[in-house]
């Protein structure tokens, strides 16, 4: 039983050109704050919370130790970078 | 280059995106760029739990997908701020018309409900298949798609589109910006 059915058929589809040019001007919007790139806070952040990483991993002070610390990169990395093409850039 | 600046430089590369999704969620850039930070410090204190060789940004963007949906449970009685700041982020956009169109669909995107938004972001602008999407959302593939389709119908809806397929092409955009002039 139908109550208040809308005007249009329920669940009715858009045209593909309503849909493409709402996914225009969705990407439009998205694309917009894309370019504008990396804000300083940002980088900033990163390269304090990569120096923190640093320091850490050069405070064993025996050479032997670094194949411990070492490992704990190993687990991080495995084998593979995470430059890799998966990483989805600006588009 | 050590790891952790690889890491540091994946991270980076995901900034821009990232930031795209935070305001397209949230509607607003301050808080957009809180989600976005706060994401960083997680990933960052747990990327022990990050997979090598998987997608790194999804990585990211499931982190701050959670984020925002639990910070949107505990703010959800507070009147949400949809449109304040965001005009901050139109400046680099010369043309009035634009301006206007993106300012109607902000408001429209702002009133979907979060599930259907985030759906159709993540599907809509930043790429994602639609199974990259579900595993973002911890949702089925169908879920996402039905998120989308009603997201695309709601926003038609609020935006004056008719869903009928007998007009011209330039129907959407006649809407969205007559919308923006009507008095």
Redesign the interface.
Known sequence: MQTDAPP?KT?????R???R???D???????????????D???D???E??GE??RT?SIPAAPQEEGASGSD?D??????????P?????? | M????????????????L??FA??LSGNVDRA?DL??ET??RA?AN??S?Q??????AWLFTILRNLFRSEYRKRRREVEDTDGGYAE??K??PEQH?RV??QE??VA?AKLPPDQREA??LV????FSYEEAAAICDCAVGTIKSRV?RA??R??DL?S?????D?G?D???RA?LSAGGRS
């Not at chain 2, 050590?2 to 995106?17: E, G």
Request: hydrophobic share 40%.
């Open positions: 249009r669940g009715g589809r858009l045209s050109e309503d849909q040019r709402l996914g001007i969705l990407q439009r919007m998205y694309d917009d704050v894309l370019h504008q790139g990396v804000p806070r940002f980088r952040l990163l390269n919370l990569e990483g640093e991993k990169s687990h991080l990395m495995g084998t593979k970078g995470f430059d890799s998966n990483i989805k850039g600006p588009h | 050590t790891m952790r600046a690889s890491v540091r430089d994946a991270m980076l590369a995901a900034v821009p995106s930031r795209a305001i397209s760029d976005v930070q960083l410090l960052m990327i022990n990050f090598p060789g998987t997608n790194m940004s982020t139109l680099s956009h634009s169109e993106f669909f902000r995107l159709l972001i809509g602008a930043s790429g389709n695309r119908t926003l038609s935006l589109i008719e869903g009928a397929d007009f092409p129907r959407t955009t969205i």
